[in-house]
């Protein structure tokens, strides 16, 4: 078995490259750490390009796969980590190809969510609503590290559409868009249709003013007391569920 030890080796620049967006963009992967993440990736039929693993590491789950494999280092393997506390075990996951298609039930636009944390989060909650279809316009890459952790394998259950808004408002052409804004009708209040679009937009200005005017509904989450507002991950699964129990 061969070992990795040097942080300047061309195995371990790639690895560590899918840190950054272009490094993601160029080599048309991500980064998923940790053995539960990977069993959970696997299960989901993603394609797992390659393996990394700490010296002294031992995959069980992975003796029947045919994956390569590379073996680090401390230092190298802490080089292409983005954990505080490297699991030991870390996965280079091709990105899922996912042209603009108009959703099959109801879906998700996050419009201009900035945090990669918040994205992970709507993710998460998402797969277990039952949101598949998710729309990205101006967001964080929903392929970040923090993201990915975030989403707890979230990010391997959902259809994830990235375009401009102008190429994802067209194809919700035929769907009901509902805009989330504090200042809308009260969602205890609200009948949702059976298919719709749930919009959210940036954490500070909210929706951008091309959903806010194709919006059919506004709904928004009454404040008790002085709050005057959620974490967008926080409002988004309120919302989510909410609307689909009152389908």
């Given at each position: 078995?061969?070992?990795?030890?040097?942080?300047?080796?061309?195995?371990?620049?790639?690895?560590?490259?899918?840190?950054?967006?272009?490094?993601?963009?160029?080599?048309?992967?991500?980064?998923?750490?940790?053995?539960?993440?990977?069993?959970?990736?696997?299960?989901?039929?993603?394609?797992?390009?390659?393996?990394?693993?700490?010296?002294?590491?031992?995959?069980?789950?992975l003796q029947n796969a045919e994956i390569p494999c590379?073996?680090?280092?401390?230092?190298?393997?802490?080089a292409i980590s983005d954990e505080k506390t490297p699991q030991g075990i870390a996965a280079e996951v091709r990105i899922p190809e996912a042209p603009l298609m108009p959703p099959e039930g109801s879906c998700l636009f996050l419009d201009g969510v900035a945090d990669p944390a918040n994205v992970g989060a709507i993710l998460r909650t998402?797969?277990?609503?039952?949101?598949?279809?998710?729309?990205?316009?101006?967001?964080?890459?929903?392929?970040?590290?923090?993201?990915?952790?975030?989403?707890?394998?979230?990010?391997?259950?959902?259809?994830i559409m990235r375009g401009t808004r102008?190429?994802?408002?067209?194809?919700?052409?035929?769907?009901?868009?509902?805009?989330?804004?504090?200042?809308g009708q009260d969602i205890f209040a609200f009948s949702p249709?059976?298919?719709?679009?749930?919009?959210?937009?940036?954490e500070g200005n909210g929706l951008s003013a091309e959903v806010r005017g194709r919006a059919d509904f506004t709904v928004g989450i009454p404040m008790a007391g002085r709050v005057e507002s959620l974490n967008a991950a926080v409002s988004a699964g309120i919302l989510m569920y909410l609307l689909k129990k009152g389908v």
């Open positions: 078995m061969t070992v990795i030890r040097s942080k300047q080796n061309p195995i371990v620049k790639e690895l560590a490259s899918l840190k950054e967006k272009k490094g993601r963009r160029e080599r048309g992967t991500f980064l998923v750490e940790g053995g539960k993440m990977i069993r959970e990736c696997l299960a989901c039929g993603m394609e797992v390009v390659r393996l990394a693993l700490l010296e002294g590491e031992e995959a069980p789950f590379v073996f680090l280092g401390e230092d190298a393997f802490r998402a797969a277990a609503a039952g949101y598949r279809e998710i729309y990205l316009a101006d967001c964080a890459d929903p392929y970040a590290p923090k993201s990915v952790r975030a989403s707890m394998s979230g990010v391997f259950y959902a259809d102008e190429e994802i408002l067209h194809v919700l052409a035929d769907i009901p868009v509902i805009a989330a804004d504090m200042g249709p059976e298919k719709f679009c749930l919009c959210i937009g940036n």
